[in-house]
């Protein structure tokens, strides 16, 4: 599943199912899993404990998240951070907003000079995950440089995704660039 700007949810409001539970926080079953793997891992790499910030997000909450950032930066800068309601790929409960403890950078682009957002970057797709908005590939993903926002995607694609040096997965895929709605 592509979610982006130019591919919403169907329904707008869809819901995954079964929910799974990381520090709190709600993902898809499956992803949940797979985030706790990765948790364990980079402990065990002694890079971090990892924080789960953000991963299902429902199509209320994408209402108030959006109306948040593009009040507070206008539409074009907001719009580059938060997804229109329907077009979150938060809703689809396969995408992780991760810190790590006492690193800083919370959801910050500094994030990934962190011990952690370095580890991740590099490891993440061990367990299926893919640092789903590189640097330079806003025309692309519609989103800017976002080192804190992993989406899973299973072990296998993963892996094939690194193997091919890929760099979005509208590119992967070979869907078109959804730099706008
Ligand atoms: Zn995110």
Redesign the pocket.
């Known amino acids: 599943m592509v979610v982006n700007k130019q591919r919403p949810l169907n329904p707008k409001t869809y819901a995954p199912k079964p929910l799974a539970f990381v520090n709190g926080v709600p993902l898809f079953k499956d992803a949940a899993i797979a985030l706790q793997q990765l948790a364990a891992g980079m402990k065990k790499a002694g890079a971090g404990n990892l924080w789960l910030n953000?991963g299902y997000r429902s199509y209320a909450t994408q209402v108030a998240v959006h109306d948040r950032q593009v009040r507070a930066l206008g539409l074009t800068a907001g719009e580059r951070l938060a997804a229109r309601p329907g077009y979150?790929?938060?809703q689809t409960g396969l995408?992780?907003?991760v810190s790590a403890l006492g690193q800083g950078c919370v959801?910050q682009v500094c994030f990934a000079k962190t011990k952690a957002g370095k580890w991740l970057a590099a490891n993440s797709w061990q367990y299926g995950w893919i640092l789903?908005?590189q640097d330079g590939q806003t025309a692309t993903t519609g989103y800017q440089f976002?080192p804190?926002?992993f989406r899973f995607v299973g072990v296998e694609v993963a892996t094939d995704y690194r193997s091919k040096q890929s760099k979005s997965l509208e590119a992967y895929w070979g869907l078109s660039p959804a730099p706008n709605y």
Do not use: F, G, L, M
């Open positions: 953000s979150s790929e938060h995408a992780a907003d959801i789903r908005y976002e804190w926002h």
